[in-house]
């Protein structure tokens, strides 16, 4: 089954005890992205990856860090979190980078639960 | 940086036809996108436009007028299972970032 990964699904931590939240895709996409979601924000993106070894910032990359050394996994790192970062995380894929005018779905995970006390 | 605007909640009977307005300002726009997010689910792709018209898909289209920076979520016979969030999303950076709006709640009534 084509799918999208997370884990953990829900995390409680602490102010500064650096953690790593993981994302796996099995469909061999050179796209990947990790989003926040808080309320009356909508989501809002943290980096994306446009194929191994590539990645960039989107509109909120303060305080996380990210690595995509193979192509199938995009993990989160959160160096030294705070409750400000406490946010529903999710990951997500598509086939390709870059622009393009056909139709390309991107696929979500079920997304990660974290409070930071 | 990139804003978009959408309405924050819609409701509708179920049967009917409701429409979500998207306006944005960006630079560099690379399409519009549409997104359903179910109470305590993942966002699910719904339909994308690059250029200016109407893309259909099933009960669902979606239009984008890049002249005018905007673009609509149509939803026809409307259903219970229709009840969501929809949020549109403007790519930008070679179509590589996503802004997205601050989300429509859809209330279907009976």
């Known amino acids: 089954e084509a799918q999208v990964t997370q884990n953990p699904r829900y995390l409680i931590t602490v102010t500064g005890k650096k953690l790593t939240v993981t994302c796996s895709q099995n469909?061999?996409?050179?796209?990947m992205s990790w989003y926040r979601q808080d309320p009356g924000l909508g989501l809002r993106q943290i980096y994306y990856?446009?194929?191994?070894?590539?990645?960039d910032k989107g509109d909120v990359p303060e305080g996380y860090k990210v690595s995509r050394k193979e192509k199938r996994n995009f993990p989160l790192i959160l160096e030294s979190p705070s409750p400000n970062q406490t946010s529903l995380y999710f990951c997500a894929s598509r086939s390709r980078a870059g622009g393009f005018l056909g139709t390309d779905t991107q696929y979500f995970g079920p997304g990660t639960r974290l409070t930071v006390l | 940086g990139q804003s978009l605007e959408q309405p924050s909640e819609v409701t509708a009977v179920e049967g009917a036809i409701v429409q979500i307005n998207c306006t944005y300002q960006t630079s560099g726009f690379y399409g519009l996108s549409w997104y359903q997010q179910h109470d305590g689910g993942a966002p699910t792709f719904l339909s994308y436009n690059a250029l200016d018209g109407l893309e259909e898909t099933g009960r669902f289209s979606s239009f984008l007028s890049r002249s005018d920076s905007y673009g609509y979520l149509l939803l026809q016979e409307l259903q219970m299972k229709d009840s969501a969030s929809y949020f549109c999303?403007?790519?930008?950076?070679?179509?590589?970032?996503?802004?997205f709006g601050t989300g429509t709640q859809l209330k279907v009534e009976l």
């Open positions: 990856s446009m194929n191994v070894e590539v990645t």
């Open positions: 999303a403007v790519g930008t950076g070679g179509g590589n970032k996503l802004t």
């Open positions: 469909m061999n996409h050179e796209y």
